[in-house]
Protein backbone atom coordinates (compact mmCIF):
# COMPACT_ATOMS: atom_id res chain seq x y z
CA UNK A 1 0.00 0.00 0.00
CA UNK A 2 0.93 3.22 -0.94
CA UNK A 3 0.61 6.71 1.06
CA UNK A 4 0.62 10.73 0.75
CA UNK A 5 0.84 13.30 2.64
CA UNK A 6 -1.66 16.59 2.20
CA UNK A 7 -1.27 19.22 4.96
CA UNK A 8 -1.61 16.71 8.43
CA UNK A 9 -3.37 14.42 6.34
CA UNK A 10 -1.66 10.81 5.48
CA UNK A 11 -4.03 9.37 2.56
CA UNK A 12 -4.14 5.70 1.05
CA UNK A 13 -3.49 5.04 -2.40
CA UNK A 14 -5.41 1.49 -3.13
CA UNK A 15 -4.00 -1.66 -4.62
CA UNK A 16 -5.33 -2.30 -7.86
CA UNK A 17 -7.11 -5.10 -6.28
CA UNK A 18 -8.41 -2.71 -3.61
CA UNK A 19 -9.51 -0.55 -5.97
CA UNK A 20 -11.76 -2.67 -8.01
CA UNK A 21 -13.29 -4.23 -5.39
CA UNK A 22 -13.91 -0.18 -3.14
CA UNK A 23 -15.80 0.33 -6.97
CA UNK A 24 -17.99 -2.61 -7.11
CA UNK A 25 -18.93 -1.63 -3.37
CA UNK A 26 -19.81 1.61 -3.51
CA UNK A 27 -20.47 2.61 -6.89
CA UNK A 28 -23.08 1.48 -9.33
CA UNK A 29 -24.43 1.75 -13.47
CA UNK A 30 -23.03 4.20 -15.59
CA UNK A 31 -20.31 5.56 -12.77
CA UNK A 32 -19.17 2.36 -11.78
CA UNK A 33 -18.19 1.79 -15.54
CA UNK A 34 -16.16 4.59 -15.84
CA UNK A 35 -13.92 4.18 -12.70
CA UNK A 36 -13.51 0.55 -13.93
CA UNK A 37 -12.67 1.08 -17.61
CA UNK A 38 -9.38 0.35 -18.86
CA UNK A 39 -9.25 2.83 -21.78
CA UNK A 40 -10.39 6.54 -21.90
CA UNK A 41 -12.86 6.31 -24.72
CA UNK A 42 -12.56 9.38 -27.31
CA UNK A 43 -15.75 11.62 -26.88
CA UNK A 44 -16.95 12.68 -30.21
CA UNK A 45 -18.44 15.95 -28.83
CA UNK A 46 -15.24 17.31 -27.60
CA UNK A 47 -13.08 16.57 -30.65
CA UNK A 48 -16.20 18.66 -32.59
CA UNK A 49 -15.69 21.52 -30.01
CA UNK A 50 -11.89 21.49 -30.94
CA UNK A 51 -12.39 21.19 -34.30
CA UNK A 52 -14.95 24.03 -34.21
CA UNK A 53 -12.26 26.23 -31.96
CA UNK A 54 -9.81 25.93 -34.82
CA UNK A 55 -11.93 27.14 -37.18
CA UNK A 56 -12.99 29.82 -35.06
CA UNK A 57 -9.66 31.10 -35.02
CA UNK A 58 -8.59 30.01 -38.98
CA UNK A 59 -11.95 32.53 -39.65
CA UNK A 60 -10.64 35.63 -37.46
CA UNK A 61 -7.12 35.37 -39.31
CA UNK A 62 -8.77 35.10 -42.48
CA UNK A 63 -11.29 38.38 -41.47
CA UNK A 64 -8.06 40.12 -40.37
CA UNK A 65 -6.50 40.01 -43.14
CA UNK A 66 -9.41 41.78 -44.55
CA UNK A 67 -10.68 44.81 -42.23
CA UNK A 68 -7.74 44.67 -39.60
CA UNK A 69 -6.90 42.93 -36.17
CA UNK A 70 -8.63 45.82 -34.58
CA UNK A 71 -12.05 45.02 -36.22
CA UNK A 72 -12.81 41.56 -35.49
CA UNK A 73 -13.89 40.90 -31.80
CA UNK A 74 -14.36 37.35 -30.27
CA UNK A 75 -16.33 36.10 -27.44
CA UNK A 76 -17.19 32.66 -26.21
CA UNK A 77 -19.85 30.37 -25.63
CA UNK A 78 -19.61 30.89 -22.16
CA UNK A 79 -20.02 35.02 -22.35
CA UNK A 80 -22.86 34.73 -24.45
CA UNK A 81 -24.85 32.08 -23.18
CA UNK A 82 -24.59 34.44 -19.37
CA UNK A 83 -25.19 37.84 -20.96
CA UNK A 84 -28.25 35.88 -22.72
CA UNK A 85 -29.63 34.95 -19.32
CA UNK A 86 -28.63 38.75 -17.49
CA UNK A 87 -30.75 40.55 -20.38
CA UNK A 88 -33.73 39.02 -20.02
CA UNK A 89 -33.59 37.08 -23.54
CA UNK A 90 -33.82 33.75 -22.27
CA UNK A 91 -36.91 34.15 -20.29
CA UNK A 92 -38.64 35.97 -23.10
CA UNK A 93 -37.77 32.75 -25.48
CA UNK A 94 -39.42 30.57 -22.70
CA UNK A 95 -42.56 32.31 -22.71
CA UNK A 96 -42.80 32.14 -26.49
CA UNK A 97 -42.25 28.22 -26.08
CA UNK A 98 -44.00 27.74 -23.14
CA UNK A 99 -46.95 26.67 -24.87
CA UNK A 100 -45.62 24.13 -26.87
CA UNK A 101 -43.88 22.58 -23.40
CA UNK A 102 -47.49 22.98 -21.77
CA UNK A 103 -48.59 20.65 -24.75
CA UNK A 104 -46.47 17.77 -24.50
CA UNK A 105 -45.89 17.78 -20.57
CA UNK A 106 -48.56 15.11 -20.15
CA UNK A 107 -46.77 13.15 -22.58
CA UNK A 108 -43.46 14.00 -21.53
CA UNK A 109 -44.31 12.66 -17.80
CA UNK A 110 -45.30 9.44 -18.86
CA UNK A 111 -41.95 9.40 -20.63
CA UNK A 112 -40.68 10.45 -17.51
CA UNK A 113 -42.27 7.45 -15.46
CA UNK A 114 -40.69 4.99 -17.94
CA UNK A 115 -37.45 6.07 -17.61
CA UNK A 116 -37.97 6.15 -14.17
CA UNK A 117 -38.99 2.26 -13.98
CA UNK A 118 -36.15 1.04 -16.26
CA UNK A 119 -33.74 3.17 -13.60
CA UNK A 120 -35.21 1.16 -10.71
CA UNK A 121 -35.19 -2.20 -12.37
CA UNK A 122 -31.52 -1.60 -13.66
CA UNK A 123 -30.91 -0.53 -9.73
CA UNK A 124 -32.75 -3.50 -8.80
CA UNK A 125 -30.43 -6.06 -10.74
CA UNK A 126 -27.48 -4.29 -9.63
CA UNK A 127 -27.96 -4.37 -5.82
CA UNK A 128 -29.40 -8.55 -6.35
CA UNK A 129 -25.92 -9.06 -8.02
CA UNK A 130 -23.71 -7.73 -5.00
CA UNK A 131 -26.22 -8.92 -2.30
CA UNK A 132 -27.60 -5.59 -1.13
CA UNK A 133 -31.10 -5.16 -0.04
CA UNK A 134 -32.88 -3.12 -1.99
CA UNK A 135 -35.16 -0.74 0.46
CA UNK A 136 -35.55 2.66 -1.64
CA UNK A 137 -39.03 3.84 -1.86
CA UNK A 138 -40.87 3.31 -5.23
CA UNK A 139 -43.25 5.93 -6.29
CA UNK A 140 -46.63 5.08 -7.91
CA UNK A 141 -47.24 5.91 -11.19
CA UNK A 142 -50.22 8.64 -9.75
CA UNK A 143 -47.30 10.09 -7.22
CA UNK A 144 -44.72 10.18 -9.73
CA UNK A 145 -46.62 12.24 -12.29
CA UNK A 146 -47.98 14.35 -9.74
CA UNK A 147 -44.38 15.21 -8.46
CA UNK A 148 -43.38 15.54 -12.01
CA UNK A 149 -46.13 18.05 -12.80
CA UNK A 150 -45.73 19.95 -9.87
CA UNK A 151 -42.33 21.20 -10.75
CA UNK A 152 -42.51 20.70 -14.22
CA UNK A 153 -42.65 25.08 -14.98
CA UNK A 154 -41.61 26.86 -11.95
CA UNK A 155 -40.86 30.76 -11.00
CA UNK A 156 -37.92 30.59 -9.16
CA UNK A 157 -35.81 34.07 -8.27
CA UNK A 158 -37.85 36.11 -10.93
CA UNK A 159 -36.89 33.34 -13.32
CA UNK A 160 -39.03 30.83 -15.37
CA UNK A 161 -37.85 27.32 -15.20
CA UNK A 162 -38.94 24.85 -17.22
CA UNK A 163 -37.98 21.25 -16.43
CA UNK A 164 -36.11 19.55 -19.86
CA UNK A 165 -35.72 23.60 -21.70
CA UNK A 166 -33.65 23.82 -24.58
CA UNK A 167 -33.40 26.10 -26.86
CA UNK A 168 -32.44 24.24 -29.68
CA UNK A 169 -35.86 23.20 -30.17
CA UNK A 170 -36.98 26.47 -31.96
CA UNK A 171 -34.47 27.87 -35.20
CA UNK A 172 -34.84 31.22 -33.74
CA UNK A 173 -32.07 30.45 -30.96
CA UNK A 174 -29.41 30.95 -33.90
CA UNK A 175 -30.97 34.84 -34.48
CA UNK A 176 -31.26 35.49 -29.69
CA UNK A 177 -27.47 34.72 -30.12
CA UNK A 178 -26.94 36.28 -32.72
CA UNK A 179 -28.15 39.31 -31.29
CA UNK A 180 -26.39 38.84 -28.10
CA UNK A 181 -23.00 38.76 -29.47
CA UNK A 182 -24.08 41.67 -31.32
CA UNK A 183 -24.60 43.71 -28.32
CA UNK A 184 -21.83 42.29 -26.79
CA UNK A 185 -18.61 44.59 -26.00
CA UNK A 186 -15.05 43.69 -25.11
CA UNK A 187 -15.60 45.67 -21.50
CA UNK A 188 -18.52 42.92 -20.93
CA UNK A 189 -16.05 39.88 -22.05
CA UNK A 190 -13.69 41.97 -19.82
CA UNK A 191 -15.89 42.28 -16.62
CA UNK A 192 -17.06 38.63 -17.07
CA UNK A 193 -13.54 37.11 -17.14
CA UNK A 194 -12.47 39.16 -14.08
CA UNK A 195 -15.57 38.02 -11.98
CA UNK A 196 -14.03 35.84 -10.01
CA UNK A 197 -11.40 37.59 -8.91
CA UNK A 198 -13.33 41.10 -8.03
CA UNK A 199 -16.03 38.93 -6.19
CA UNK A 200 -12.90 36.94 -4.09
CA UNK A 201 -11.34 40.60 -3.54
CA UNK A 202 -14.41 41.79 -2.56
CA UNK A 203 -14.97 39.07 0.15
CA UNK A 204 -11.68 39.39 1.40
CA UNK A 205 -11.99 43.26 2.29
CA UNK A 206 -15.74 42.45 4.19
CA UNK A 207 -14.91 39.61 5.67
CA UNK A 208 -14.51 40.99 9.20
CA UNK A 209 -17.93 42.47 8.87
CA UNK A 210 -19.54 39.17 7.23
CA UNK A 211 -17.92 36.85 9.96
CA UNK A 212 -15.75 38.77 12.84
CA UNK A 213 -13.61 35.51 13.83
CA UNK A 214 -13.63 33.55 10.63
CA UNK A 215 -9.83 32.19 10.23
CA UNK A 216 -9.62 29.81 6.65
CA UNK A 217 -9.10 29.83 3.27
CA UNK A 218 -11.33 31.36 0.76
CA UNK A 219 -13.45 27.92 -0.09
CA UNK A 220 -14.23 27.84 3.73
CA UNK A 221 -15.33 31.39 3.71
CA UNK A 222 -18.13 30.46 0.77
CA UNK A 223 -19.19 27.58 2.88
CA UNK A 224 -19.03 29.25 6.34
CA UNK A 225 -21.49 31.92 4.44
CA UNK A 226 -23.54 29.09 2.90
CA UNK A 227 -23.94 27.87 6.68
CA UNK A 228 -25.47 31.44 7.88
CA UNK A 229 -29.33 31.96 8.43
CA UNK A 230 -31.64 33.03 5.65
CA UNK A 231 -31.62 36.57 6.25
CA UNK A 232 -27.75 37.08 6.23
CA UNK A 233 -27.43 34.91 3.44
CA UNK A 234 -29.76 37.05 1.35
CA UNK A 235 -27.90 40.45 2.34
CA UNK A 236 -24.48 39.02 1.22
CA UNK A 237 -25.73 37.99 -1.89
CA UNK A 238 -27.64 40.82 -2.77
CA UNK A 239 -23.50 42.42 -2.71
CA UNK A 240 -22.74 39.54 -4.71
CA UNK A 241 -25.12 40.01 -7.58
CA UNK A 242 -24.00 43.29 -8.18
CA UNK A 243 -20.79 41.81 -9.44
CA UNK A 244 -22.69 39.91 -11.55
CA UNK A 245 -25.01 42.53 -13.20
CA UNK A 246 -24.07 43.88 -16.59
CA UNK A 247 -26.21 46.91 -18.38
CA UNK A 248 -28.45 45.81 -20.33
CA UNK A 249 -27.81 47.64 -24.38
CA UNK A 250 -30.91 49.59 -24.23
CA UNK A 251 -33.78 50.08 -21.17
CA UNK A 252 -36.30 47.99 -23.12
CA UNK A 253 -34.24 45.62 -24.63
CA UNK A 254 -35.44 42.55 -23.43
CA UNK A 255 -39.08 43.65 -25.07
CA UNK A 256 -38.12 45.19 -28.07
CA UNK A 257 -35.94 41.67 -28.77
CA UNK A 258 -39.53 40.05 -27.60
CA UNK A 259 -41.24 41.86 -30.86
CA UNK A 260 -38.05 41.16 -33.62
CA UNK A 261 -38.62 37.09 -32.42
CA UNK A 262 -42.18 37.30 -32.94
CA UNK A 263 -41.41 38.87 -36.53
CA UNK A 264 -38.83 36.50 -37.58
CA UNK A 265 -39.78 34.30 -40.69
CA UNK A 266 -37.15 31.33 -40.94
CA UNK A 267 -35.89 31.16 -44.47
CA UNK A 268 -33.69 27.69 -45.48
CA UNK A 269 -31.73 27.83 -48.13
CA UNK A 270 -33.12 25.77 -51.58
CA UNK A 271 -31.64 22.54 -51.88
CA UNK A 272 -32.63 21.81 -55.35
CA UNK A 273 -30.31 18.98 -56.45
CA UNK A 274 -31.06 19.17 -60.61
CA UNK A 275 -29.84 22.35 -61.78
CA UNK A 276 -29.25 24.21 -65.56
CA UNK A 277 -26.08 26.03 -64.75
CA UNK A 278 -23.04 27.13 -66.46
CA UNK A 279 -19.62 25.65 -66.88
CA UNK A 280 -16.37 27.56 -67.31
CA UNK A 281 -16.71 28.84 -70.73
CA UNK A 282 -20.45 29.68 -70.26
CA UNK A 283 -22.28 26.98 -71.87
CA UNK A 284 -24.91 25.92 -70.15
CA UNK A 285 -25.03 22.07 -68.58
CA UNK A 286 -27.25 20.01 -66.21
CA UNK A 287 -25.64 19.68 -62.56
CA UNK A 288 -26.57 16.87 -60.59
CA UNK A 289 -26.42 16.90 -56.72
CA UNK A 290 -26.55 13.98 -54.85
CA UNK A 291 -26.91 9.97 -55.86
CA UNK A 292 -29.39 9.13 -58.95
CA UNK A 293 -29.11 5.11 -57.51
CA UNK A 294 -28.19 3.88 -54.17
CA UNK A 295 -25.09 2.01 -54.74
CA UNK A 296 -26.60 -1.35 -54.11
CA UNK A 297 -26.17 -3.63 -57.43
CA UNK A 298 -29.22 -5.62 -57.58
CA UNK A 299 -29.03 -8.75 -60.31
CA UNK A 300 -31.68 -11.83 -60.79
CA UNK A 301 -32.40 -15.32 -59.76
CA UNK A 302 -35.21 -17.38 -60.26
CA UNK A 303 -36.77 -14.32 -61.99
CA UNK A 304 -36.48 -12.56 -58.96
CA UNK A 305 -34.46 -9.36 -58.09
CA UNK A 306 -31.61 -10.39 -55.37
CA UNK A 307 -28.53 -8.84 -53.52
CA UNK A 308 -25.57 -9.75 -51.72
CA UNK A 309 -25.05 -8.99 -47.98
CA UNK A 310 -22.12 -10.18 -45.77
CA UNK A 311 -22.64 -12.95 -43.45
CA UNK A 312 -21.55 -10.89 -40.78
CA UNK A 313 -24.64 -8.55 -41.44
CA UNK A 314 -26.98 -11.25 -39.91
CA UNK A 315 -25.54 -10.88 -36.51
CA UNK A 316 -26.53 -6.51 -37.15
CA UNK A 317 -29.37 -6.40 -33.64
CA UNK A 318 -30.78 -3.70 -36.46
CA UNK A 319 -31.73 -6.87 -38.39
CA UNK A 320 -34.41 -9.56 -38.23
CA UNK A 321 -31.82 -12.24 -38.93
CA UNK A 322 -34.72 -14.38 -39.20
CA UNK A 323 -36.35 -13.04 -41.95
CA UNK A 324 -33.73 -12.17 -43.50
CA UNK A 325 -32.71 -16.19 -43.63
CA UNK A 326 -36.03 -16.98 -44.80
CA UNK A 327 -35.16 -14.48 -48.21
CA UNK A 328 -31.75 -16.58 -49.12
CA UNK A 329 -32.02 -17.48 -52.85
CA UNK A 330 -30.45 -20.67 -52.54
CA UNK A 331 -32.45 -23.17 -50.84
CA UNK A 332 -29.80 -25.59 -49.98
CA UNK A 333 -27.90 -22.78 -47.99
CA UNK A 334 -30.91 -21.51 -46.45
CA UNK A 335 -31.65 -24.76 -44.47
CA UNK A 336 -27.41 -24.96 -43.55
CA UNK A 337 -27.86 -21.31 -42.21
CA UNK A 338 -31.11 -21.60 -40.05
CA UNK A 339 -29.63 -25.20 -39.05
CA UNK A 340 -26.31 -23.15 -37.96
CA UNK A 341 -28.16 -20.66 -35.56
CA UNK A 342 -30.12 -22.72 -34.16
CA UNK A 343 -27.44 -24.53 -32.96
CA UNK A 344 -25.69 -21.68 -31.41
CA UNK A 345 -28.97 -21.85 -29.81
CA UNK A 346 -30.46 -18.36 -31.58
CA UNK A 347 -27.33 -16.35 -30.68
CA UNK A 348 -26.65 -14.23 -33.79
CA UNK A 349 -24.09 -12.50 -32.05
CA UNK A 350 -22.02 -15.73 -31.80
CA UNK A 351 -23.12 -17.20 -34.88
CA UNK A 352 -22.16 -14.79 -37.23
CA UNK A 353 -18.88 -14.04 -35.68
CA UNK A 354 -16.01 -14.77 -37.43
CA UNK A 355 -15.65 -17.62 -35.11
CA UNK A 356 -19.05 -18.53 -35.86
CA UNK A 357 -19.09 -18.13 -39.42
CA UNK A 358 -15.81 -20.43 -39.79
CA UNK A 359 -17.52 -22.92 -37.98
CA UNK A 360 -20.27 -23.02 -40.75
CA UNK A 361 -17.60 -22.94 -43.49
CA UNK A 362 -16.48 -26.32 -41.51
CA UNK A 363 -20.23 -27.34 -42.05
CA UNK A 364 -20.77 -26.61 -45.70
CA UNK A 365 -17.04 -28.58 -45.98
CA UNK A 366 -18.96 -31.44 -45.59
CA UNK A 367 -21.50 -31.58 -48.22
CA UNK A 368 -22.48 -35.01 -50.08
CA UNK A 369 -22.45 -35.60 -53.51
CA UNK A 370 -25.42 -37.87 -53.85
CA UNK A 371 -25.57 -40.56 -57.11
CA UNK A 372 -28.49 -40.72 -59.50
CA UNK A 373 -29.33 -44.10 -58.25
CA UNK A 374 -30.01 -43.46 -55.05
CA UNK A 375 -32.46 -40.63 -55.57
CA UNK A 376 -34.48 -43.07 -58.17
CA UNK A 377 -34.52 -45.82 -55.94
CA UNK A 378 -34.91 -43.94 -52.64
CA UNK A 379 -32.80 -46.02 -50.40
CA UNK A 380 -30.92 -44.26 -47.59
CA UNK A 381 -28.31 -41.59 -49.39
CA UNK A 382 -25.02 -42.15 -49.95
CA UNK A 383 -22.09 -40.52 -51.50
CA UNK A 384 -19.07 -38.77 -51.79
CA UNK A 385 -17.75 -35.41 -50.36
CA UNK A 386 -18.48 -31.93 -52.20
CA UNK A 387 -17.56 -29.44 -50.23
CA UNK A 388 -18.94 -26.16 -50.89
CA UNK A 389 -16.34 -23.21 -51.00
CA UNK A 390 -16.27 -20.71 -47.93
CA UNK A 391 -19.03 -18.55 -47.72
CA UNK A 392 -18.47 -14.81 -47.00
CA UNK A 393 -21.77 -13.52 -47.94
CA UNK A 394 -25.14 -14.89 -49.30
CA UNK A 395 -27.45 -13.95 -52.24
CA UNK A 396 -30.89 -12.75 -50.52
CA UNK A 397 -33.87 -11.98 -52.38
CA UNK A 398 -34.98 -8.36 -52.73
CA UNK A 399 -39.02 -9.33 -52.33
CA UNK A 400 -40.93 -12.00 -51.26
CA UNK A 401 -40.40 -14.43 -54.71
CA UNK A 402 -44.19 -16.19 -53.40
CA UNK A 403 -45.87 -12.54 -52.90
CA UNK A 404 -44.31 -11.47 -56.07
CA UNK A 405 -47.10 -10.40 -59.06
CA UNK A 406 -46.25 -11.08 -62.99
CA UNK A 407 -47.64 -9.20 -65.69
CA UNK A 408 -50.47 -10.57 -67.76
CA UNK A 409 -49.00 -12.67 -70.75
CA UNK A 410 -45.90 -12.73 -69.19
CA UNK A 411 -43.74 -15.16 -67.80
CA UNK A 412 -41.19 -13.34 -65.85
CA UNK A 413 -42.37 -11.45 -63.00
CA UNK A 414 -42.69 -7.84 -63.14
CA UNK A 415 -39.36 -5.24 -62.46
CA UNK A 416 -39.93 -2.97 -60.00
CA UNK A 417 -36.38 -2.10 -59.93
CA UNK A 418 -34.47 0.50 -62.85
CA UNK A 419 -32.60 -1.49 -65.52
CA UNK A 420 -28.85 0.15 -64.94
CA UNK A 421 -28.31 1.58 -68.86
CA UNK A 422 -24.52 2.57 -69.30
CA UNK A 423 -22.82 3.39 -72.56
CA UNK A 424 -19.85 1.03 -71.26
CA UNK A 425 -21.03 -1.78 -68.65
CA UNK A 426 -19.75 -5.07 -68.34
CA UNK A 427 -23.07 -6.29 -67.19
CA UNK A 428 -26.34 -5.68 -69.12
CA UNK A 429 -28.56 -6.90 -66.35
CA UNK A 430 -27.48 -5.46 -63.79
CA UNK A 431 -30.58 -3.27 -61.40
CA UNK A 432 -30.86 -0.55 -59.24
CA UNK A 433 -32.86 1.08 -56.44
CA UNK A 434 -33.52 4.41 -57.66
CA UNK A 435 -32.78 7.36 -55.24
CA UNK A 436 -35.21 9.48 -53.29
CA UNK A 437 -38.55 11.22 -55.00
CA UNK A 438 -37.71 14.86 -56.48
CA UNK A 439 -40.89 16.34 -57.32
CA UNK A 440 -44.18 16.05 -55.53
CA UNK A 441 -46.77 17.67 -58.14
CA UNK A 442 -49.82 19.71 -57.00
CA UNK A 443 -52.78 19.75 -60.09
CA UNK A 444 -56.36 20.14 -60.13
CA UNK A 445 -58.97 17.69 -61.79
CA UNK A 446 -62.59 17.97 -62.17
CA UNK A 447 -62.30 20.66 -59.15
CA UNK A 448 -60.44 18.40 -56.65
CA UNK A 449 -56.81 18.27 -56.18
CA UNK A 450 -54.20 15.49 -57.57
CA UNK A 451 -51.11 14.44 -56.91
CA UNK A 452 -48.01 12.84 -58.52
CA UNK A 453 -44.57 12.49 -57.93
CA UNK A 454 -41.23 11.93 -59.94
CA UNK A 455 -38.58 10.27 -58.36
CA UNK A 456 -34.52 12.10 -58.88
CA UNK A 457 -33.12 9.42 -61.14
CA UNK A 458 -36.56 9.74 -63.42
CA UNK A 459 -36.35 13.84 -63.23
CA UNK A 460 -32.97 13.67 -64.26
CA UNK A 461 -33.36 11.29 -67.42
CA UNK A 462 -36.66 13.31 -68.45
CA UNK A 463 -34.52 16.79 -68.12
CA UNK A 464 -31.60 14.88 -70.08
CA UNK A 465 -33.50 13.96 -72.89
CA UNK A 466 -35.04 17.55 -73.26
CA UNK A 467 -32.06 19.27 -72.96
CA UNK A 468 -30.18 17.38 -75.77
CA UNK A 469 -33.26 18.10 -78.05
CA UNK A 470 -33.18 21.72 -78.18
CA UNK A 471 -30.73 23.64 -79.68
CA UNK A 472 -30.71 26.94 -78.31
CA UNK A 473 -29.88 25.87 -74.65
CA UNK A 474 -30.41 29.39 -73.50
CA UNK A 475 -34.50 29.35 -74.00
CA UNK A 476 -34.63 25.58 -71.91
CA UNK A 477 -36.94 25.85 -69.11
CA UNK A 478 -36.78 23.22 -66.85
CA UNK A 479 -39.73 24.51 -64.74
CA UNK A 480 -42.09 23.80 -68.37
CA UNK A 481 -40.60 20.34 -68.92
CA UNK A 482 -42.14 19.07 -65.68
CA UNK A 483 -45.74 20.81 -65.96
CA UNK A 484 -45.14 19.08 -69.11
CA UNK A 485 -44.69 15.85 -67.84
CA UNK A 486 -47.86 15.91 -65.87
CA UNK A 487 -49.97 17.39 -67.26
CA UNK A 488 -49.58 14.48 -69.94
CA UNK A 489 -49.02 12.02 -67.25
CA UNK A 490 -52.49 13.03 -65.58
CA UNK A 491 -54.13 14.83 -67.67
CA UNK A 492 -54.64 17.62 -65.64
CA UNK A 493 -54.22 21.26 -64.55
CA UNK A 494 -50.63 21.88 -63.34
CA UNK A 495 -50.52 24.07 -60.04
CA UNK A 496 -47.33 23.76 -58.79
CA UNK A 497 -44.40 21.42 -57.47
CA UNK A 498 -42.73 21.17 -54.01
CA UNK A 499 -39.96 19.39 -53.12
CA UNK A 500 -37.86 19.09 -49.71
CA UNK A 501 -37.83 21.81 -48.31
CA UNK A 502 -39.72 24.17 -50.22
CA UNK A 503 -42.39 26.47 -48.18
CA UNK A 504 -46.41 26.58 -48.21
CA UNK A 505 -48.97 29.04 -46.47
CA UNK A 506 -51.67 26.72 -44.66
CA UNK A 507 -54.50 29.21 -44.45
CA UNK A 508 -56.88 28.84 -40.94
CA UNK A 509 -60.12 27.95 -41.07
CA UNK A 510 -62.26 31.11 -42.28
CA UNK A 511 -59.43 32.80 -43.46
CA UNK A 512 -59.26 34.70 -46.85
CA UNK A 513 -56.03 35.13 -48.23
CA UNK A 514 -54.83 37.68 -50.74
CA UNK A 515 -53.01 36.38 -53.72
CA UNK A 516 -54.09 39.60 -56.19
CA UNK A 517 -51.01 41.75 -56.18
CA UNK A 518 -53.18 44.13 -57.86
CA UNK A 519 -55.41 44.08 -54.52
CA UNK A 520 -55.39 47.19 -52.13
CA UNK A 521 -54.61 44.30 -48.89
CA UNK A 522 -52.00 42.54 -50.43
CA UNK A 523 -48.65 44.14 -49.16
CA UNK A 524 -50.08 44.44 -45.97
CA UNK A 525 -51.56 40.94 -45.86
CA UNK A 526 -48.34 39.56 -46.37
CA UNK A 527 -45.81 41.84 -44.43
CA UNK A 528 -47.78 41.47 -41.30
CA UNK A 529 -45.20 38.30 -40.56
CA UNK A 530 -46.62 37.84 -37.09
CA UNK A 531 -50.35 36.50 -38.31
CA UNK A 532 -48.11 34.49 -41.22
CA UNK A 533 -45.69 33.12 -39.19
CA UNK A 534 -48.25 30.78 -37.07
CA UNK A 535 -49.18 29.00 -40.66
CA UNK A 536 -46.08 28.92 -42.47
CA UNK A 537 -44.61 25.65 -43.16
CA UNK A 538 -42.02 23.71 -45.08
CA UNK A 539 -42.13 20.59 -47.04
CA UNK A 540 -39.72 17.73 -45.16
CA UNK A 541 -40.78 14.44 -46.86
CA UNK A 542 -42.73 12.76 -48.98
CA UNK A 543 -44.23 9.50 -50.73
CA UNK A 544 -47.02 7.93 -52.86
CA UNK A 545 -49.55 10.83 -52.72
CA UNK A 546 -48.36 11.59 -48.88
CA UNK A 547 -46.54 14.75 -48.00
CA UNK A 548 -45.45 15.77 -44.85
CA UNK A 549 -44.93 19.14 -43.38
CA UNK A 550 -43.16 21.05 -40.51
CA UNK A 551 -43.54 24.78 -39.17
CA UNK A 552 -40.73 27.06 -40.45
CA UNK A 553 -39.39 27.85 -36.66
CA UNK A 554 -39.79 24.20 -35.29
CA UNK A 555 -36.45 22.64 -35.39
CA UNK A 556 -36.28 19.53 -33.48
CA UNK A 557 -39.46 17.45 -31.60
CA UNK A 558 -39.45 17.85 -27.50
CA UNK A 559 -39.94 14.00 -27.58
CA UNK A 560 -39.39 12.13 -31.08
CA UNK A 561 -42.56 10.23 -33.00
CA UNK A 562 -44.68 11.39 -30.17
CA UNK A 563 -44.88 15.67 -30.35
CA UNK A 564 -46.07 16.06 -33.89
CA UNK A 565 -46.97 12.23 -35.00
CA UNK A 566 -45.12 9.19 -35.52
CA UNK A 567 -43.68 10.73 -38.81
CA UNK A 568 -42.43 14.19 -36.83
CA UNK A 569 -44.48 16.20 -39.61
CA UNK A 570 -47.81 17.45 -39.87
CA UNK A 571 -50.01 16.00 -43.13
CA UNK A 572 -53.33 18.00 -41.25
CA UNK A 573 -54.07 21.12 -39.19
CA UNK A 574 -57.55 21.67 -37.79
CA UNK A 575 -58.58 18.70 -39.34
CA UNK A 576 -57.61 20.35 -42.86
CA UNK A 577 -55.57 18.19 -45.11
CA UNK A 578 -52.05 21.10 -45.98
CA UNK A 579 -51.57 19.81 -49.39
CA UNK A 580 -54.73 19.96 -50.20
CA UNK A 581 -55.16 23.69 -49.16
CA UNK A 582 -52.04 25.00 -49.06
CA UNK A 583 -50.21 27.57 -51.30
CA UNK A 584 -46.90 27.95 -52.77
CA UNK A 585 -44.52 30.33 -51.07
CA UNK A 586 -41.34 32.38 -52.25
CA UNK A 587 -39.03 33.61 -48.73
CA UNK A 588 -36.30 35.33 -49.42
CA UNK A 589 -32.97 35.21 -46.96
CA UNK A 590 -34.63 38.36 -44.88
CA UNK A 591 -37.48 36.29 -44.81
CA UNK A 592 -39.71 38.72 -47.08
CA UNK A 593 -42.82 36.06 -47.94
CA UNK A 594 -45.00 36.68 -51.05
CA UNK A 595 -47.19 33.55 -53.38
CA UNK A 596 -44.68 32.05 -55.88
Not at 506 to 518: Q, V
Not at 530 to 552: C, D, L, P, Q
Amino acid sequence: MEYFEIGSLTQQIFSKEAFIKHVNKHFQGIKRNNLLTTKVPEDPVVRQMKETQYISVRVKDELNKIVGCNNVKTTTGGVTDYLRNQWGLTDKFKLLLKSRYQNIQPLLAETEYEKYIIGIEKKKKEYKKMNIPFTDTILSKVGFIELFNSNFIQIKRNKLIIKGWSKRIDHRHHAIDALTIACTEPAHIKRLNDLNKELQTWLDNHKKDILPDFEGSPTELLDEILNLDEAKQKAIFVQIEKFKSVDMPWSAFPEDAEKAIQNIIVSQKPKDKLLIQPDKKGHLQIKIRGQLHDGTLYGKSQGIETYRIPLSKLADKKIATEKTIDKIANEYLKIAIKQHLKDFENKKDEAFSAEGILVLNKKLAEKKRFNEWSRKNQKKRVGENAPHTPLTSIKIFYRDPLRVKKKKGFEEAEEVLERLIRKKAYNETLLVKTGGNYLFAVMEKDGKRVFDLISFYDATRLLKEEFNQILDKQKFDKEQVFKRYFEKENRAKFLFTLKQGDPVYMLSKDEDIITDKDSPLYESFWKDKIARSRNIYYVTKFSGNEIYFMNHIVANPIIKKKEFGSQDAYQKIEGLSIKNYCIKLKIDRLGNIEPY
